[in-house]
């Protein structure tokens, strides 16, 4: 329709208060721009975003018969939707609209030079009137959203994202690479600040989301592959065989009293042993054992069997396959999590794991809880006996330049609610808090370290010990700098507790790969925004709950879920998304079908099809293209063309600036 | 690191405080007192504290130090440039100082005066033959059963290279 037309233009100059209006001589910039062709109105206004100046669009397109609307003012980023919904109200698709950018990329850097600033602000807005000459309505799609979602990673985030979109009616998809779900929050035996228990909080969640009539459970699952967009993903899961028949088993744990073969148990960090058949740990959900095959005499050896001879239903199945599952979901959660850094290999000046006596914090847990190791008694691994001085290290590899350059966030309190296991466990034990400074920002958090200050037999150190040294006997010591006192003391701890910082869940490293969403530098996944946005990704559909987006304690991790989880519900309830029109669009004539674009697509939005006729052609998938506009500046024959960005539009831009 | 101790010291003794301040940025030191944990002179040199001269020289109290002896009991061990979180390397701060320090024509503490005098007499801190105690008491390398040590092959080359990078400022103020 537009295309017979006169093309008839309207331009309006916004002063923005003085921001623009100080700098360029906005009277004159009318004044020049009303004489270019196809400018059938010029005007100047004080603020063009505010009602009144929108109005003045909207009346003007009417009378004075607007098919094309340009706006020199902010920046694009700013305002375009604004003027762009104003055009639309005005009766006029809000793709004939063209914004020119007079305040950051002219008035304010040009503060000095008010002559060449008016003259610059000019050019740019003829050269925005010869690019809106060539406009062309655009049209945003609109895709179905399929109302299904997939939560990756079972722990607190995983679980309460699951329970959420479950609870608002939609299906969900949990998928856990260990055999139970639970998560890091599993192993802990309490929670700071409160002290409730840890189990106690987290079984009744872990126990509704299996029985969830609209949840999914795929726990010792990876997920291999996901192909599609926002709305429409295609997703592939791997379940590894447990060798234990899902259907038939009761939970009785028989076989794992019968199994006569040992291994250190992951759940326990390496603390305790576990069978070779085995439950993660004793409330796992879903209760189905597994069998390591590694460990396993019969998969070893090829004898023994003694699982499957006492089965009561005869579950046990050796010649369980990896199992393909496909899926397809509307919107994904990642909830992967984190695990501890690595500071074994990292920091080997604190001997972790080269003393026995050098455990993490997250041993320590471990050892405190009643389900663990030691059946709740807090002893030290080298002998087993109870340690009566025990030293508790903060910030171990967090805030390092060397390390990890980010606060852990959770390592201050956590250690605090440590010395407490160890004072109450052990009465007349002393504990040393060696910290650097104490950050205690949560509610509640500076409540309960000032309970803990309260007890006479635990001292916080201000100071970083350099390294642990091991005496002749076989005794720990280590010096630290004490400055509220200003000495530097020797301490001789029968147990050393390392609060190590965390880095993201190798799974992470996977996923982001195949959905390529962003990461940041530290390895967590980047935020679409870290304040407006913080549970978007740069992948539209793809959420974030929890430490995958950095490191979180538990009531942010489960207050980030809900949000995650309220992202997706809003996404399914409305049932489709738009897509943004500047997409790329390929020209099946001009397309040579060569490829170069296709690998250059950092969104995967670009394949190669044949046609009916046998012809190769690219062919963009608009739910994916993010308008980027790679392929159309790589494209050898000009087949390629960014929706709103075309050559033709750019190039008459070019031409108008540098006449 | 023994190409950071080679490296480290030929680019000490011409760095400046100003340097330091720039380059070093101790302004970036949080106070984690690692430093002043491990050091190895701060178990022996009470007042010795790296950790408390990046924050004197942060807040602006350089020339109290500059003219302070405490400088002077770094080992060079370089344990708080290996371990120091924030990349601050108290080491050079002190060498920076000292450098200020001699610039301005103060004399060092005996001690280091008599291990600078050593070096350019026998090319060593102090005579190979002997091991010089805390109490500046000689004792026999022999007697303990050590080895003798190797001098510099031709010594007027080394001492040539010696005061090449920066050690004639040392030589004049020290009066060798």
């Known amino acids: 329709m537009v295309e017979d037309e006169e ?26 721009v009303s004489k270019v062709p ?14 009144p100046g929108q109005n003045i669009i909207i009346e003007d397109i009417k009378q004075h018969r607007l098919n094309r609307v340009v706006v020199a003012a902010c920046s694009p980023r700013m305002h375009e939707p604004t003027f762009q919904k104003a055009v639309e109200r005005g009766g006029l698709n809000p793709y004939l609209f063209e914004m020119a950018n007079i305040r950051e990329h002219c008035s304010w850097v040009h503060e000095k030079e008010k002559v060449a600033a008016t003259e610059k602000a000019i050019k740019l807005v003829k050269a925005a009137i010869a690019k809106a000459r060539l406009l062309k309505p655009l049209k945003r799609e609109k895709v179905n959203v399929i109302p299904r979602a997939l939560v990756i990673g079972g722990g607190i985030a995983g679980i309460r994202a699951s329970l959420d979109i479950a609870n608002a009616g939609f299906e969900v998809h949990l998928v856990e690479t260990r055999p139970s779900i639970g998560g890091n929050m599993a192993r802990l035996d309490k929670t700071f600040p409160t002290l409730d228990c840890s189990q106690c909080i987290l079984t009744p969640l872990m126990v509704e989301v299996s029985r969830h009539p609209n949840v999914t459970l795929h726990t010792y699952t990876d997920v291999v592959n996901i192909d599609g967009s926002v709305g429409n993903f295609k997703v592939k899961l791997l379940k590894k065989p447990r060798y234990v028949d899902e259907s038939k088993c009761t939970g009785c744990g028989t076989c794992i009293t019968k199994c006569p073969w040992t291994a250190p148990s992951e759940f326990e960090l390496g603390l305790g042993k576990r069978k070779a058949i085995y439950f993660e740990f004793p409330q796992a959900v879903p209760l189905i054992p597994v069998i390591d095959p590694e460990h396993c005499m019969y998969f070893q050896k090829g004898t023994c069997r003694a699982c499957e001879k006492f089965c009561p239903t005869k579950a046990i199945d050796f010649n369980q396959k990896p199992e393909e599952i496909e899926l397809e979901v509307g919107a994904i959660i990642l909830a992967t999590g984190y695990s501890l850094y690595d500071v074994a290999k990292a920091m080997p000046e604190y001997g972790y794991r080269k003393y026995k006596d050098v455990i993490t914090g997250l041993e320590l847990e471990r050892l405190v809880s009643a389900t663990g190791p030691t059946k709740g008694h807090i002893v030290r691994p080298s002998d087993g006996k109870e340690p009566k001085k025990v030293a508790i290290i903060l910030c171990v590899g967090s805030r390092d330049e060397k390390h990890l350059r980010f606060c852990c966030r959770f390592g201050c309190v956590a250690g605090i609610k440590h010395a407490y296991y160890i004072v109450s466990h052990i009465p007349d034990a002393e504990v040393y808090i060696c910290y650097r400074d104490i950050r205690t920002f949560g509610k ?10 309260n007890y006479e037999n635990i001292k916080f150190i201000r100071g970083s010990p350099m390294e642990i040294l091991q005496d002749a006997d076989g005794s720990l010591y280590f010096d630290v700098f004490d400055a509220n006192t200003n000495r530097i003391v020797t301490l001789r701890p029968d147990l050393v507790v390392l609060e190590t910082g965390i880095v993201p869940h ?3 490293k996977e996923v982001a790969k195949i959905l390529k969403c962003a990461v940041g530098p530290d390895g967590f996944a980047l935020e679409l925004h870290p304040k407006l946005r913080p549970t978007e990704t740069s992948v539209d559909g793809v959420f974030l709950a929890g430490a995958v987006q950095g ?23 409305k049932g489709y998304v738009e897509t943004i029109p500047y997409v790329s669009s390929i020209n099946e004539d001009l397309c040579s079908g060569c490829g170069i674009c296709q690998p250059l697509c950092a969104y995967d939005a670009i394949s190669l099809v044949k046609k009916e006729d046998g012809k190769q052609v690219a062919k963009v998938d608009i739910g994916k293209c993010k308008g980027c506009g790679v392929c159309a500046a790589a494209c050898p024959s000009g087949a390629a063309q960014q929706l709103g960005f075309n050559d033709e539009q750019i190039l008459a831009m070019v031409r108008t600036l540098t006449r | 690191m023994l190409f950071y101790l080679i490296g480290g010291w030929i680019f000490t003794f011409k760095f400046s405080l100003e340097d330091a301040v720039k380059e070093l940025r101790p302004q970036l030191c949080y106070q984690c007192m690692k430093c002043s944990s491990g050091c190895t002179a701060a178990k022996v040199v009470n007042n010795y504290r790296p950790h408390e001269i990046v924050a004197l020289v942060k807040a602006g109290y350089s020339d109290e130090l500059i003219n302070s002896d405490v400088i002077w009991a770094c080992s060079v061990c370089l344990k708080c440039v290996e371990y120091c979180p924030q990349r601050v390397s108290p080491f050079e701060v002190v060498m920076a100082l000292r450098n200020e320090s001699i610039a301005r024509g103060r004399v060092p503490p005996k001690s280091f005066v008599e291990m600078a005098k050593s070096v350019l007499k026998v090319g060593h801190i102090q005579e190979p033959m002997y091991i010089m105690s805390k109490d ?10 050590l080895p003798e040590m190797p001098k510099p092959k031709d010594f007027e080359k080394f001492k040539q290279h010696v005061l090449l990078v920066g050690f004639e400022k040392l030589k004049e103020v020290i009066r060798v």
């Open chain 1, 506 to 508: 190798p799974t992470f």
């Open chain 1, 38 to 51: 196809n400018v059938v109105v010029a005007k100047d206004y004080q603020f063009m975003c505010s009602q």
């Open chain 1, 7 to 32: 093309v008839r233009i309207g331009v309006y100059i916004c002063h923005c208060g003085l921001n623009i209006a100080s700098v360029v001589d906005v009277k004159k910039a009318a004044e020049e």
């Open chain 1, 444 to 453: 509640g958090y500076e409540e309960f370290y000032e309970r803990i200050r």
């Open chain 1, 551 to 573: 490191p979180k304690d538990i009531p942010d991790t489960v207050a980030q879920a809900g949000a995650a989880a309220s992202s997706v519900i809003a996404l399914m309830s």
């Open chain 2, 136 to 145: 500046f008491e000689e004792v026999s390398r022999m007697e303990l059963g």
